[in-house]
C-alpha cells in the first residue's frame, strides 16, 4: 500500500539552530501534504497544508517564517523549523492524500527536542 | 510492531446509525481517539477515551472500547450528511507518539 516515509524520526538540536524534516511519498504521488505537531497527551494539531508547486497554507497562530514548508516535487515535502527554541519540542508528522479514493496515510513521525 | 486497522469504507442511509470499527495492536496504549476529516482540510478530533474506559457517550457519538480484544468502535446516531468524512482511529501511550490506522469513509446517502 501507498506509504509515507518521514524522516528523521527523532533529532536533538541546539537552540537557535534550523532542523529540516522531510516526508517522502513512496510509489506513488502526493500533490497535497499535511503538516501536524503534537504536544504529549494532546491531539494533532494541523499547522499546515502543503500543495505540490505552490505555497503552504498555514493555520492561523502558526507562524510561516518559523515552520518553513516546501513541496517541490510530487514525492517530497519538508519542513524546517528555523531558529528552534525549547518550546519548538514537540512531535511532528506529516500525512499524505492518496489519489482521491485513497484515503490518507501517515508518516511515522519526528520527535524534535531541542536543548 | 504497532498498527492500527480498519476497514476503508462504509455507506449508510441518513438517519441510521453508522458504526465504524478499529482494531489495535499495541496492549500498553492508553488513549485512543476517533478523528474525522473532511475533503480537503485537516484531522478534527472528535473525541477520545481512557484505556481504563470502555464506553464513552458525547451526543450523537458512542464510543466503546474492548481491551480485551483491542477493539475500538464508534457509533454516529441519526447519521447525517454533513457526517460523509473520512474518520480516523488512532491510539498512544500517552506520550509523543501517535499511530493512525488508515481511514474508514463513511458515505451518507440521502
Known amino acids: 500500500g501507498a506509504v509515507v516515509s518521514q524522516h528523521p524520526s527523532w533529532v536533538i538540536c541546539k537552540s537557535g539552530t534550523s532542523v529540516k524534516i522531510e516526508c517522502r511519498s513512496l510509489?506513488?504521488?502526493?500533490?497535497?501534504m499535511f503538516w501536524y505537531r503534537q504536544f504529549p497527551k494532546q491531539s494533532l494539531m494541523l499547522m499546515a497544508t502543503s500543495n505540490e508547486g505552490s505555497k503552504a497554507t498555514y493555520e492561523q497562530g502558526v507562524e510561516k517564517d518559523k515552520f518553513l514548508i516546501n513541496h517541490a516535487s510530487l514525492t517530497l515535502s519538508t519542513l524546517t523549523v528555523t531558529s528552534a527554541h525549547p518550546e519548538d519540542s514537540s512531535f511532528y508528522i506529516c500525512s499524505a492524500m492518496v489519489g482521491t479514493n485513497y484515503g490518507y496515510t501517515f508518516g511515522s513521525g519526528t520527535r524534535l527536542t531541542v536543548v | 510492531g504497532e498498527d492500527v486497522e480498519q476497514s476503508l469504507f462504509l455507506s449508510v442511509r441518513e438517519g441510521d446509525s453508522s458504526v465504524i470499527n478499529c482494531t489495535y495492536t499495541?496492549?500498553?496504549?492508553?488513549?485512543l481517539y476517533w478523528y474525522k476529516q473532511e475533503p480537503g482540510a485537516g484531522l478534527q478530533l472528535l473525541t477520545y477515551?481512557?484505556?481504563?474506559?470502555d464506553m464513552k457517550q458525547d451526543q450523537r457519538l458512542t464510543v466503546l472500547l474492548n481491551k480485551k480484544d483491542k477493539h475500538l468502535s464508534l457509533r454516529i446516531a441519526d447519521t447525517q450528511t454533513g457526517d460523509s468524512a473520512i474518520y480516523f482511529c488512532a491510539e498512544s501511550t500517552g506520550g509523543f507518539k501517535t499511530i493512525f490506522g488508515a481511514g474508514t469513509r463513511l458515505f451518507v446517502k440521502a
Open positions: 477515551i481512557f484505556s481504563n474506559m
Open positions: 510509489d506513488f504521488q502526493a500533490t497535497t
Open positions: 499495541d496492549s500498553s496504549s492508553t488513549y
